[in-house]
Nanobody, 127 residues
């Protein structure tokens, strides 16, 4: 059983930055790929970024060049640095642990391939 706890959300003006953190406990964090997803009001949860054990990273097109995902296996932590934030980035951000290892990187963008989720942290970007 893996427990995930996100932190670091808050209110920021457009163009600003925030750093999200997700700490894992109770499982084999270092053997799992990790992902960040987000859900805005009235919208479906969507993929933001993922990082594999190899360090390979994947991003949704709408965050490329602005967000950076990283992980520290010694601290069981995955981070999401968000720069140049826009009002449309406003959402609850969720950390998730992948259920398996996938050869096709597109699998890391799919919610159904993650079996543990955090409770989420609110990010609000004002215009």
């Amino acid at each position: 059983q893996v427990q995930l706890v996100e932190s670091g959300g808050g209110l920021v003006q457009a163009g600003g930055s925030l750093g999200l953190s997700c700490v894992a406990s109770g499982g084999t964090f270092s053997s799992r790929a990790m992902g960040w997803f987000r859900q805005a009001p009235g919208k479906e949860r969507e993929f933001v970024a993922a990082i594999r054990l190899s360090g390979n990273v994947y991003y949704a097109d709408f965050v490329k060049g602005r967000f950076t995902i990283s992980r520290d296996n010694a601290k069981n932590t995955v981070l999401l640095q968000m720069n140049s934030l826009k009002p449309e980035d406003t959402a609850v951000y969720y950390c998730a642990a992948a259920a398996g290892t996938y050869y096709d990187e597109r699998n890391y963008t799919l919610l159904k391939n993650y079996d543990y989720w955090g409770q989420g942290t609110q990010v609000t970007v004002s215009s």
